[in-house]
């Protein structure tokens, strides 16, 4: 079993910039592959980003590209979503997910309890 938390959240101006963390406890992260989700009110919950196991491999949804940056300490067992140029449409309740996988992953059994993100305009 993994147990995640977020921290990192808050309000921010539009073009300003936001890290969120995602702690995990009773495992290792080195095991598992890494997503960043979030869901805007009213809508549907939606991929933002994911890292393998190592680091090496990453993908981000097309709204985020050039802006967004996910990475992993396995040393510290955290995961972290660096966020810049953000616009109010970033608005949403981020969540950090595990999947037990070397590779990307689309799907997950771990999630977090979520952080909420709020962008200014």
């Known amino acids: 079993q993994v147990q995640l938390v977020e921290t990192g959240g808050g309000l921010v101006q539009a073009g300003g910039s936001l890290r969120l963390s995602c702690a995990a406890s009773?495992?290792?992260?080195?095991?598992?592959?890494m997503g960043w989700f979030r869901q805007a009110p009213g809508k549907e919950r939606e991929f933002v980003a994911a890292?393998?196991?190592?680091?090496?491999?990453?993908r981000y949804a097309d709204s985020v590209k050039g802006r967004f940056t996910i990475s992993r300490d396995n040393a510290k067992n955290t995961v972290f979503l660096q966020m810049n140029s953000l616009k109010p449409e970033d608005t949403a309740v981020y969540f950090c997910?595990?999947?037990?996988?070397?590779?990307?992953?689309?799907?997950?059994?771990?999630w977090g309890q979520g952080t909420q993100v709020t962008v200014s305009s």
């Open positions: 890292i393998n196991w190592s680091g090496g491999n990453l």
């Open positions: 009773g495992r290792t992260l080195s095991s598992y592959a």
């Open positions: 997910a595990a999947e037990r996988s070397r590779y990307v992953a689309m799907e997950y059994a771990y």
